[in-house]
Nanobody, 120 residues
């Protein structure tokens, strides 16, 4: 079973940046495409960004393009989410997940999440 551990969340002021990490326990990471999702209180979990197994294909939700970037280091079995120009509406718990397909469908492996809070 794949185990995912997110880290890097915290409290940041609006306009600030955070870099989230997702450590994947089961090598080789190259087996999996990966995605980041987020869930704000009282809201549905939503897709944030996805990256193919090779890193050659990335996609960021249209609403977040220009501020968020996804990347991966297969050698370290880690996936990253760089978040810049953060806004209060980015406040949520962020999760990484294994995904498949062109629509970045979650495969069912989830981390515990990392909380991001953006103050105004």
């Amino acid at each position: 079973q794949v185990q995912l551990v997110e880290s890097g969340g915290g409290l940041v002021q609006a306009g600030g940046s955070l870099r989230l990490s997702c450590a994947v326990s089961v090598p080789p990471l190259t087996t999996y495409s990966m995605g980041w999702f987020r869930q704000a209180p009282g809201k549905e979990r939503e897709f944030v960004a996805g990256i193919s197994w090779s890193g050659g294909l990335t996609y960021v939700s249209d609403a977040l393009k220009g501020r968020f970037t996804i990347s991966r280091n297969n050698g370290d079995n880690t996936v990253f989410l760089q978040m810049n120009s953060l806004k209060p509406e980015d406040t949520a718990t962020y999760y990484c997940a294994t995904v498949y397909g062109s629509n970045w469908i979650p495969m069912g492996d989830w981390g515990q999440g990392t909380q991001v809070t953006v103050s105004s």
